[in-house]
């Protein structure tokens, strides 16, 4: 099962970020766990200037924006 954390305030682009993320697993089948993170500690851990930020499996791979379904299929299927 593959881990991904939504990094943000708990903002709009914040709530889309791990529900878009969720139902592009589910598309493809893929069983994930998202955890939204908004303690601002945890946040300056990872470097993220700008939210939403996307970690997966401990990794920053996206920030500032709602990532494009191409990009979450990839970190998908790595």
């Known amino acids: 099962m593959k881990t ?4 943000g305030s ?3 682009k ?3 970020t791990a529900s878009f993320i969720e139902k592009v697993a589910a598309d493809m ?3 994930v766990r998202v955890i939204k993170e908004t303690d601002p500690m945890v946040i300056m851990q ?3 200037m700008s939210t939403p930020a996307v970690v ?3 990794k920053l791979v996206h920030s500032g924006s709602i990532p494009l379904r191409g990009a979450i299929e990839g970190w998908l299927a790595a």
Request: glycine share 16%.
């Open 56 to 58: 997966a499996d401990e």
């Open 14 to 16: 914040c709530q889309k």
């Open 46 to 48: 990872y470097g993220v």
């Open 29 to 31: 089948g893929v069983e």
């Open 4 to 7: 991904f954390k939504v990094l």
């Open 10 to 12: 708990g903002c709009s």
